[in-house]
């Protein structure tokens, strides 16, 4: 069996309001390979950017380029305001 | 005309005169109505040496040129008056349906003044104006009221009414309508409860005049498209409400716990917005001519009631370091029963309980105190015990015991949900409004966290006091207009400039409406300095400026107001003092 990456790192993800229903969980752990991107997370989990356009890491807001590290905590949210 | 009446009542209740008067048509079009009709009113009418609860002070219920209109959300009224929590100018808006029927009884607004002898209630109908005794409904709470009322007038009439909390002059009550809506901060209930006027029922069907149907028919067309086509509008508000906000500002680590003494909440999951959708919501609710229904009726093991809203959840909740969803909600329907400010009424409870923990001074709660919430607010309500010098609000209540600094408000207005430590430019939004600490003058979590209409680097100072100044512009048109907030989260001031248009038959463009609302902001700051205000009173609380975030993702921040503030008076066109000044005045045509 062809092994194509490695994936050294865990990262936590938290969806939020509707995305719950539509991953059918609150919580999940990633394994995924150094400098996995958050566009190639989303990826992973079948999610489009339309889906989660809201995206924190360890609670600050990041973009799709950004780079994931060991432990980090994704906080996925669809659009979502209030007052 | 159309859009608006252009008529206004006036009720003197000390010599029981009702006039009917026609303002000026420029009136109109400079302030539009609601808050900037209400701020205008205010300033000419009501002086610096006028004392809130005196027969002096004026209440203003006013709708603007879209209430009862078929625009979305067009059933909102303000009442504008001096706060006798800030003694500040201070309006506060309401949805439900009050404001429609108020309108389509003819009357664009009412201007309330003197002080009854004994307890009143008005009837407005398209017969006319009725001023009636109220001995029997005076000691009721809001439903109480409202459904003796209708039971007398007709289960048409929409009610607006104070509970004990007003009629005890409690300086954190508020005014409801329609059961469970609330024109909910500043005091406003106990200026009411001064009047001795316990409720005004309304009720009309007259049409509102409209200029061009054919485009109204139009733009409202696209306005309700984008609401539908937004997510927040569409998606997350209608399935959540407002709760929907709790799990993204404690993960961004500015959902303030412990009187701010934490910037997150570790049973934030408890209380969130998901949590309430499984284990409370009975079913979504909508004001007049509102697609979004943001609202949410709900039900403990024990009560059914209304909410509780965002704000509320954090104020009755990790504000007082409880994290008890049902305990929230009860305490939540008890404040709308007596006719309470939430928001204060939780942030004063978390000034007293700081005020435990560190032995200045025992009331008897402290923080996660989730049993003891329905008594204290009882004790609020009717000035008994600890309870009556709460009713003060916290900054009193802190500065009785030479500790000020641990009242969480600006210029008397406890503070909302929101960490500014984490946030600067709502810090600079609290320090700056004229009605003290509040999230609605400018809501700077849009761009800040939310990303919209872009993303701007929440923990930087730079360009925080331009984005300020728009929205406090935008928002105060829309106040005047009136219109909810949560249409501004779908489409931009250029539908309101539309609309508008269609309605009154008045061109009127989005520039104008930023115009309009800049004036409405100086005329409330004008009226603040006559007050004896300063830029002295654009100021945080100590620990927001002087003591960093704990821990979270805000943790090492504090508040960088100077800067901001030197930003925001030079754009605003006034001197360094904060003070509007001649040319900026006669350019929007204030003096």
């Known amino acids: 069996m062809a092994i194509d990456r490695v994936d050294d790192m865990q990262v936590k993800v938290k969806f939020f309001a509707s995305l719950r229903k539509q991953m059918g969980q609150d919580t999940i752990l990633v394994s995924c390979p150094e400098d996995f991107t958050i566009s190639q997370l989303l990826e992973n989990q079948g999610l489009s950017r339309e889906d989660a356009p809201v995206i924190l890491v360890n609670g600050l807001r990041v973009d799709y380029a950004h780079k994931l590290s060991d432990g980090d905590v994704v906080s996925a949210f669809p659009l979502i305001g209030g007052g | 005309m ?21 303002p000026a048509a420029e009136l109109y079009y400079q302030y539009l109505g609601g808050r900037g009709l209400g701020s205008r009113i205010l300033w000419d009418e009501v002086n610096e040496k006028v004392l809130p609860l005196s027969p002096e002070n004026k209440l203003i219920f006013m709708t603007g040129p879209l209430t009862g209109t078929r625009v ?46 004994q307890p009143v209630y008005i009837v407005i109908d398209e017969t006319g104006i009725v001023v009636k005794e109220a001995g029997r409904l005076w000691g009721l709470d809001v439903p109480e009221t409202t459904s003796a009322v209708q039971a007398v007038e007709g289960k048409g009439y929409s009610v607006a009414c104070i509970g004990p909390a007003g009629e005890n002059l409690v300086r954190i009550s508020c005014i409801m309508n329609d059961n469970t809506r609330a024109l909910g901060r500043g005091g406003l209930g106990a200026v ?50 407002t709760p929907v906000l709790v799990n993204l500002f404690n993960e961004s680590g500015i959902f303030p716990s412990y009187n701010f003494q934490e910037s997150q909440y570790d049973d934030a999951e408890n209380i969130s917005g998901e949590t309430m959708a499984e284990k409370l919501t009975v079913r979504k609710k909508g004001c007049y001519g509102c697609p979004i229904k943001c609202s949410r009726e709900t039900r403990t093991a024990r009560e059914t009631g209304a909410g509780p809203e965002y704000e509320s959840l954090w104020a009755l909740g990790p504000q007082c370091g409880i994290g008890d969803l049902e305990a929230i909600a009860e305490a ?47 004790d609020i309500a009717y000035l008994r015990g600890a309870g009556a010098d709460m009713a003060e609000g916290s900054r009193s209540l802190a500065q009785k015991h030479g500790a000020e600094s641990l009242a969480m408000q600006v210029k008397g207005l406890e503070l909302p949900a929101y960490d500014p430590r984490g946030v600067q430019g709502m810090g600079l939004g609290f320090a700056t409004s004229n009605r003290g600490g509040c999230h609605l003058r400018a809501y700077m979590v849009g761009p800040e966290i939310l990303g919209v209409p872009k993303m701007v680097d929440r923990f930087s100072t730079h360009g925080k006091a331009g984005l300020t100044i728009f929205y406090q512009n935008v928002n105060a048109a829309m106040d005047a207009l009136i219109i909810c907030r949560f249409v501004g989260l779908a489409v931009s001031e250029e539908y309101f400039a539309r609309l508008l248009t269609a309605v009154t038959g008045i ?41 960093p975030v704990k821990n979270g993702p805000s943790k090492g921040h504090v508040v960088h107001l100077e800067p901001m503030l030197e930003d925001y008076y030079r754009f605003r066109g006034w001197s360094k003092d904060g003070i509007p000044t001649e040319k900026k005045l006669a350019e929007l045509g204030v003096i």
């Not at chain 2, 959300?73 to 800030?86: C, E, H, M």
């Not at chain 2, 309470?340 to 105190?369: K, P």
Request: positive net charge.
């Open chain 2, 2 to 22: 159309n859009g608006w009446t252009g008529k206004i009542a006036r009720v003197n209740l000390s010599n029981k005169q009702i006039q009917i008067e026609e």
């Open chain 2, 192 to 241: 009411m409860g001064s009047k001795k006027l316990k409720a005004i029922a309304v009720k009309g069907s007259k049409s509102v005049g409209i200029a061009d149907k054919e485009k109204l028919q139009f733009v409202l067309y696209e306005t309700n498209k984008w609401l539908k086509a937004s997510p927040v509008t569409s998606q997350g508000l209608p399935e959540f409400g």
């Open chain 2, 332 to 378: 939540n329907y008890l404040c709308n029963r007596l006719g309470l400010d939430t928001i204060s009424v939780g942030v004063t409870l978390g000034c007293a309980m700081e005020l435990a923990q560190r032995n200045i001074y025992d009331s008897g709660i402290n923080f996660g105190d989730a049993g003891k919430l329905l008594q204290i607010i009882n």
């Open chain 2, 72 to 117: 979305p959300t067009a059933g909102r009224f303000a009442v504008t008056s001096k706060s006798p929590l800030t003694g500040t100018v201070f309006d506060s808006n309401s949805g439900g349906i009050w404001g429609a029927r108020l309108k389509k009884t003819g009357l664009d607004g009412l201007i309330i003044e003197g002080q009854a002898a």
């Open chain 2, 507 to 547: 061109n009127y463009q989005p520039q104008d409406l930023h115009v309009i609302g800049e004036r409405i902001w100086n005329m409330e700051r004008l009226y603040n300095l006559r007050e004896g205000f300063s830029n002295r009173d654009d100021i945080l609380p100590d620990r927001l400026l002087t003591e």
